[in-house]
């Protein structure tokens, strides 16, 4: 296996525990796609704490297993990964989670609207949809991902499970993760105020044009 992949798997899996949009008992799948060719690396342990270079296994994009080892419940969720590659040329990194506050609404069967800035700037200004409810890697389970995310959107919910979270680099991955377990938990605060209060659709667009004017105007240094 290629040790600056793995190094990458395992500093990603690191930085979505230290965002905190994780479970406590850390469960969850990290991956990255294996540049010009139809390969991923992927976490086979149950959980990214501990997790170490054994832990991680090198799959084709057919979701046969070419290098380490894959546990039957990791088997399960393969799926889901490969098919964000499969789907989208762009994305880089997969992240699946049950991150508490966004698997509160996955639970629910509810979607999370944008109510916070952070999500309109990056890709999610229509909020966070749900795919219904399918059996761990079943046929059913990933057309409802399918049916459930647009071009462009890099996160849904998955109904009864948790988050799924696809993007170009492990960096935008893990950051939309956060962003959308940070929308998820101000959300459910809110609840006691009488709620959350979405956005106005032209002021979502204009805070991701402004995020972007930002952008391009590069870091300030004084
Ligand atoms: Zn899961």
Known sequence: MDRNLVDQVLGTAARVL?????????????SLRVPGAEE????????????????????????????????????????????MYHDRSDV???????????????????????WIEALAMFGLADGVPIAAYGPRGSEQAL?????????????VLLANHGVLVFHRTPDLAVLVGGVVEEAAQAA?????????VEIPGDLRAAALQRAMAFDSAGTKTA
Do not use: W
Request: charged share 5%.
């Open 143 to 155: 057309a409802n991902i399918r049916a459930a995310v647009r071009p462009g959107v890099p996160a």
């Open 18 to 30: 230290a965002s905190g949009a994780i479970s406590a008992n850390g469960h969850g799948n990290v």
């Open 40 to 83: 991923m690396y992927f976490t086979s342990a149950s959980s990214l704490n501990g997790l170490g270079p054994d832990g991680i296994a090198r799959v084709a994009l057919d979701g046969t297993l070419l290098e380490g080892t894959l546990p039957p419940i990791q088997g399960a969720v393969v799926a889901m990964h490969t098919a």
């Open 188 to 196: 459910i605060n809110a609840q006691a105020l009488g709620g959350p």
């Open 92 to 114: 880089g990194c997969v992240v699946h989670t049950h991150s508490p506050y966004a698997t509160a609404f996955a639970v629910a069967n509810r979607p999370i609207a944008c």
